[in-house]
């Protein structure tokens, strides 16, 4: 389980989840099933991947994590005690679907983390989407409303958890074209809300990274074949923050999109773009580059794997002063080998190194490197693995950490 640093990450993707999951993005862009129309597609995966039930259709899921962290604190990093904690996210999802005319379904997790020395780090966790989706003629319609919450490592001198609120409405139309090709589009709102019963606790945060994003994207996908799937995505939002007007910001993004996949031999995801972001402050300087990601996987022989990531992107910034920039820009990448010991035991070492740009003179250094090892083993229908992580960072701020261990181990 690959885990990055807390400061200079997305906020969705340093929260402290457990072991949260959702449903995967609404759109029939990377539909790899046989059935041409979109709802089609939709109603066979759900008798695929979900178990009967009368009427329904049902999918249970168990989320286990437990762990020991010799900084939990990633972005603080002046405490060195180690942590033990334990988060137990078990989740269910239902689907029913109205012969080939409708399909409505819901899932989540809900469940709690427990740290066993920091009441920060102790609070309720939960993710939930609710979906539904009906033919209007040779297209579909389709709606999604998610909403999470988890927790934010702020601080280890807090006694309450900072708690991170999301919610997401997407809305979404897509229908054939021509041979093996679809049109869609997406309009989807989303906030992102900072609480803690200490007004103190929450305030610096929420003044930064409270804020509403709706935006409007059109893309055109391209079924090559049941392994393969183009897809080239517009996107158009805006970004308003609830403190600082100053850094409102309109949003463009044009992205080319890959996957491919052959089941037990390899499988690709690569998504290549450019990002332009136009803040409203005149002051305040554009965001203009490429932004991207891969994940990937190659078999080499029976037991050989080869795996592969990396990603760019930027994100908002804890360090800015009015008129700086109040973003930086994330880059990760790293690979690793996987070896399959005997049927149902596979272990697997990687290595990560990231980069934190903060743009500007006297600008943030942030950077580091990672290594991990460990074992899954599938016992019936979970997957049991056991990780050992360590990282070496490099900042030039003070009271940073600059080693971190981490262990878990996880039922999935």
């Not at 759900?46 to 762990?67: H, M, N, S």
């Not at 041979?179 to 989303?190: E, F, K, N």
């Not at 996987?297 to 910034?317: I, K, N, V």
Request: net charge positive; proline share 6%.
């Amino acid at each position: 389980m690959r885990r990055r640093p807390l400061q200079g990450c997305p906020l969705g993707r340093c929260l402290i989840f457990g072991l949260v999951g959702s449903l995967g993005m609404v759109g029939g862009g990377w539909a790899q099933t046989v059935p041409r129309h979109p709802l089609d597609r939709d109603l066979a995966a759900v008798r695929e991947q979900y178990r009967r039930l009368g009427p329904l259709a049902w999918r249970p899921t168990l989320g286990l994590l437990i762990g020991a962290d010799s900084n939990p604190f990633p972005g603080i990093g002046v405490e060195r005690a180690w942590d033990t904690y334990v988060s137990g996210v078990p989740g269910l999802g239902l689907a029913m679907g109205l012969g080939r005319f409708l399909l409505l379904a819901i899932q989540g997790t809900v469940g709690y983390r427990y740290s066993f020395r920091y009441p920060a780090l102790r609070g309720l966790v939960y993710m939930v989407s609710a979906r539904g989706a009906i033919r209007l003629g040779p297209s579909k319609l389709e709606g999604r409303l998610q909403w999470g919450q988890g927790i934010y490592p702020y601080t280890p001198e807090a006694d309450v958890p900072v708690q991170v609120r999301d919610r997401t409405l997407t809305v979404l139309w897509e229908m054939p074209l021509f041979r093996r090709m679809a049109l869609g589009a997406t309009a989807a709102w989303s906030t992102v809300r900072i609480r803690a019963s200490e007004a103190t606790v929450a305030g610096y945060l929420q003044d930064l990274l409270d804020r509403r994003e709706r935006s409007l994207a059109a893309y055109l996908a391209w079924e090559r074949s049941s392994r393969t799937t183009l897809l080239l995505e517009a996107r158009r939002g805006f970004i308003d923050f609830e403190a600082d007007p100053w850094r409102n910001t309109k949003a463009y993004e044009v992205v080319l999109a890959w996957r491919y996949r052959v089941t037990s031999f390899a499988g690709a995801s690569v998504r290549a773009g450019y990002r332009l972001w136009v803040p409203e402050d005149p002051r305040v300087p554009r965001f203009r580059g490429w932004v991207g990601s891969l994940q990937a996987d190659l078999a080499l022989g029976r037991r050989w794997w080869l795996l592969a990531s990396g990603e760019r992107r930027p994100e908002w910034s804890v360090y800015f002063s009015r008129g700086g920039r109040p973003y930086f820009v994330y880059t990760h990448a790293g690979g690793g080998l996987g070896f399959t010991l005997f049927r149902g035991v596979r272990s697997r070492a990687t290595y990560e190194r990231y980069w934190l740009e903060y743009p500007g003179e006297g600008g943030v250094l942030d950077r580091g490197r990672s290594w991990q090892g460990g074992f899954d083993v599938r016992v019936r229908n979970q997957v049991v693995g056991l990780t050992v992580g360590y990282w070496v960072r490099d900042r030039n701020l003070p009271l940073t950490a600059d080693r971190r261990w981490t262990v878990t181990i996880g039922v999935r």
